[in-house]
């Protein structure tokens, strides 16, 4: 381990406000500890900052101690071509293991992959599926489900993977049944992969330690945000909700290869602030 990465680790621990520190979940009396090696965050956390100045909000990340980022170009990385991206993430010490991107990306797939290999990436997300009223049908699910894989194919071939990210809508049921459980169910997993958002499941109304008992070895990248209840409007910082990621982290080991990322999308202040906050209570975090 870097010297850099104890100390900081050591100063986020230390920064915690002593209620948030306590309210840490303990490790088992005589079991290892384990923790999260490498913290990222995704962009959009901090999105205002980094449409007005992609540079510096990266500079400011790498500062915090975050180690990966992930990218959006969904929001087409805020006019910043990825040659320069690229130099500008390696002169912080950054990696960019993954970015967002939209369905129509699917559509200009030879861009988006070339762009990846420029920026290291080895996924492409989706993040959203454009369903009408925000709900859509079963079938809907099933048409989309079915062109991922497709498309997951061509990225396979590239060398690099197709994953899908949820949102809370996922999660509300249509005829009585869960369609986000189609994409889990319906997607090949020799061509995507999936990407949890823990707050996005709780704000649908779902405990994302359910799909990690049933579905874990899905799953390959996480979006870590928090939530003050199941169904709640909007997220949290980390360790001010309900959510167990001790438990959590338990059942996604081994992390080695998976990639784990702050986001949070309200603030009860500044959300660079919050960043700083959600990288002391996981790089504290112990399970």
Do not use: C
Not at 145 to 157: F, H, I, Q, Y
């Amino acid at each position: 381990m870097h010297r850099r990465t104890v100390v900081r680790a050591l100063g986020a621990a230390l920064a915690l406000p002593s209620a948030l520190r306590a309210a840490l979940p303990a490790t088992r009396a005589g079991a290892p500890a384990r923790r999260v090696e490498r913290i990222g965050i995704q962009l959009y956390s901090l999105r205002d900052a980094a449409r007005a100045d992609l540079a510096r909000t990266l500079a400011q990340i790498s500062a915090i101690g975050y180690q990966d980022v992930e990218l959006l170009d969904s929001m087409q990385n805020f006019g910043m071509p990825a040659a320069r991206l690229r130099q500008t993430l390696d002169s912080l010490h950054l990696r960019a293991p993954s970015t967002h991107i939209s369905t129509d990306a699917l559509d200009d797939l030879p861009r988006v992959l070339a762009d990846a290999h420029t920026l290291g990436h080895r996924y492409v997300i989706v993040a959203s599926l454009p369903l009408e009223n925000g709900r859509g049908t079963l079938d809907d699910y099933r048409r989309w489900a079915d062109r991922l894989n497709t498309a997951g194919e061509t990225v396979r071939r590239a060398g690099l993977w197709l994953g899908f990210h949820n949102e809370a809508e996922n999660f509300t049921p249509i005829d009585g049944q869960i369609p986000y459980e189609i994409m889990v169910t319906r997607t090949d997993p020799t061509r995507v992969r999936l990407q949890l958002d823990t707050g996005n499941a709780a704000m649908g109304g779902r405990d994302p330690l359910e799909y990690m008992r049933h579905h874990a070895d899905r799953f390959w990248l996480f979006h870590v945000k928090d939530a003050a209840r199941l169904g709640a409007e909007h997220d949290a910082e980390l360790g001010t909700g309900i959510l167990d990621f001790k438990q959590f982290f338990a059942l996604a080991e081994p992390l080695g290869d998976k990639y784990v990322y702050v986001e949070q999308e309200s603030y009860p202040g500044a959300p660079i602030d919050s960043a700083r906050r959600d990288y002391a209570y996981l790089a504290a975090l112990r399970y």
